[in-house]
């Protein structure tokens, strides 16, 4: 069974800071991987989509990568935001178009 | 405004009542999908369809039932409401490719009592 796991579970930082946040899966046998984000009381907004044959997806100030032989993915933020404080989710594809979510990382940027 | 609607935005139900939560996208995306979030446990598949008239189940199908009549409705059925089921309910819906994203609708929260 897919496992997906995100660390730190919360993380909070100064503003104009570049961040990592960090996924992993147990299978590799993914279609594609997914980070989302979710405001609270929201749903979930689409980052980027990254397909099992490439290594990275930018948009923006985010860049996210992915390692699907040691089934490792991260998210990049740059110059952080007040705005970009947020649940940020991390998801894999596999078959009949199941997503499997990890449980978020809690992202606070400190003015 | 393209999007998915999610009705209602928020209800208390006894326990042993049946409820539709119902689920409305504009995209004319194939496939559609509910999902539940519960702290601690992250987003859970419940059901999902790949297109108009077909069904599969999730990961967390039990207690719940769906439909597919056409393609821009997914109603999510509690037949008999448990506390258990007390979460927030999330519809989705993509293109239905490994390149397509999941859109997702703003969420309905469900408490049993």
């Known amino acids: 069974k897919q496992e997906v796991t995100q660390i730190p579970a919360a993380l909070s930082v100064p503003e104009g800071e570049n961040l990592v946040l960090n996924c992993s899966f147990t299978d590799s046998a993914i279609y594609n991987l997914q980070w989302f984000r979710q405001d609270p009381g929201k749903g979930l907004t689409s980052l980027l989509l990254?397909?099992?044959?490439?290594r990275e997806q930018t948009s923006g100030r985010l860049n996210a990568s992915l390692d699907k032989s040691s089934g490792r993915s991260t998210l990049y933020i740059a110059a952080s935001q007040p705005g970009d404080s947020a649940t940020y989710l991390c998801a894999v594809l596999q078959g009949a178009q199941k997503l499997v979510f990890g449980q978020g990382t809690r992202l606070t940027i400190n003015p | 405004i393209a999007g998915i609607t999610q009705a209602p935005t928020s209800q208390i139900l006894a326990a042993g009542r049946r409820m539709t939560l119902r689920c409305t996208q504009d995209m004319r995306h194939n496939a559609m999908y509910w999902y539940r979030q519960d702290l601690g446990l992250g987003l859970r598949l419940i059901h999902y369809?790949?297109?108009?008239?077909?069904?599969g189940k999730g990961e967390v199908p039990d207690g719940y039932s769906v439909s597919r009549a056409n393609t821009d409705d997914f109603p999510l059925t509690l037949a008999s409401a448990v506390p258990s089921q007390t979460s927030v309910y999330f519809c989705?819906?993509?293109?239905?490719?490994?390149?397509?994203?999941?859109?997702f609708g703003p969420g309905t929260r469900l408490t049993v009592l």
């Open positions: 369809s790949n297109t108009a008239g077909t069904t």
């Open positions: 990254i397909q099992s044959s490439q």
């Open positions: 989705a819906s993509s293109g239905g490719g490994i390149t397509d994203t999941q859109y």
